[in-house]
């Protein structure tokens, strides 16, 4: 008898057992009553210097699960949303009627990939329930090393290739090799500053970067850049666009020009101006909208090399300072454009 109940007494302790720490399809399914240490944040199986944790709960597992990534995913998020803005704000920029946006987007792309890669590497370590309440927990986590290792190579591939466009900002003969070579390494810029970032958030030992500073070819871009003269001619003449045009141009660190004289592009704007009628005919709000055709041609070449195409509309309660609103927004958007597109244009030509 005594043989039997110690039978039974093993058989239900190695039940027990294999139900506290279940192996699901996607990490272990801890069933038991106890509160897992993890839930709060901290785990002492998963220390925070080895590991990015993550913790979700939801009414169901899988949901827990996908938030426990999200978690650990933030972190990275920022980088996949600059890379989808650098490819939205390329769309219309056009070259030889062929767009520019097939290869405007290359460092963005490594950057979706390189996030992408990280992302994948998280996995999903453990899941409980609370019997009190049925809530699911799940704990999500990234190995720091292994996704340390994949940044450092990306951010030792993008130094190399910054110091390859350093030497050929210096042994650049004209401006418009000099800042075709300098967009190129601004792009690359960001790229490393979003890699460095993230890199001091994944953490480990040891200097994650090849280049002591990066402010010496910083300088030199904006150097660059700065020495490109643009001319811009606005048909018919239009003082507050062009005025417009030239203060945001300033403002982004590009020489303005009135005279073509010396100039490395030109940029003609044919815009239009034009009223239209409030949608409610109880409105009282006035409204003009303007529309330009912008086209860069290359000074010492004689060639156009892009064009793209911007509008506005703006109201106001009377009719000439909706019109001078307009013009203004106009003037504004041609010249970020304008800033866009040459900017595109070089870091991919």
């Known amino acids: 008898m005594m043989k039997k109940i110690f039978l039974i007494l093993v058989s239900l302790f190695l039940i027990s057992c294999s139900a506290a720490a279940k192996k699901g399809g996607d990490g272990i399914i801890n069933s038991s009553s106890r509160m897992p240490d993890w839930v709060n944040g901290a785990s002492a199986s998963y220390p925070s210097s080895a590991y990015l944790l993550g913790v979700g ?4 597992l899988d949901s827990a699960r996908d938030r426990a990534r999200g978690e650990i995913s933030k972190i990275f998020s920022a980088d996949i949303q600059a890379a989808s803005t650098v490819f939205e704000s390329e769309r219309t920029v ?4 062929k767009s520019a946006t097939e290869s405007a987007t290359g460092a963005a792309t ?6 992408k890669k990280t992302l994948e590497g998280i996995e999903i370590a453990e899941s409980w329930q ?11 986590t990234l190995e720091r090393a292994k996704i340390r290792r994949i940044y450092s190579e990306k951010l030792a591939e993008t130094e190399e290739q910054l110091s390859l466009y350093e030497k050929q900002i210096d042994s650049a003969t004209n401006n418009m090799d000099r800042a075709m070579a300098a967009l190129k390494a601004k792009s690359l810029l960001k790229t490393k500053d979003s890699l460095e970032k993230d890199l001091k958030v994944i953490g480990g030992s040891g200097s994650f970067s090849g ?15 700065a020495a490109l003269g643009v001319y811009v001619e606005v048909s018919p003449a239009n003082s507050r666009i062009s005025t417009e045009i030239t203060k945001t ?3 982004l660190g590009m020489r303005v020009s009135e005279s073509s004289d010396g100039m490395d592009i ?12 409030d949608p409610s005919l109880k409105s009282r709000w006035k409204w003009y909208a303007g529309e330009a055709s912008v086209n860069l041609t290359d000074v010492k070449a004689g060639k156009e090399f892009l064009s793209f195409n911007a509008s506005a509309k703006e109201a106001f309660v009377s009719e000439a300072g909706a019109k001078a609103n307009a013009e203004k927004s106009l003037g504004r958007k041609i010249g970020k454009g304008i800033n866009e597109a040459i900017e595109n244009y070089f870091e991919n030509k």
């Not at 490594?110 to 996030?115: E, G, M």
């Not at 010496?216 to 850049?225: G, L, Q």
């Open 57 to 60: 709960s939801a009414d169901d």
């Open 94 to 97: 056009s070259s030889g009627g």
């Open 110 to 115: 490594d950057l979706k990939a390189i996030s």
């Open 130 to 140: 609370d019997k009190s309440s049925f809530r699911w927990y799940a704990l999500a």
């Open 211 to 225: 280049m002591e500073s990066s402010s010496a070819i910083r300088t030199k871009v904006e150097s660059a850049i």
């Open 249 to 251: 141009l300033i403002s």
């Open 266 to 277: 030109r940029v003609r704007c044919q815009a239009e101006m034009m009223p239209f009628q």
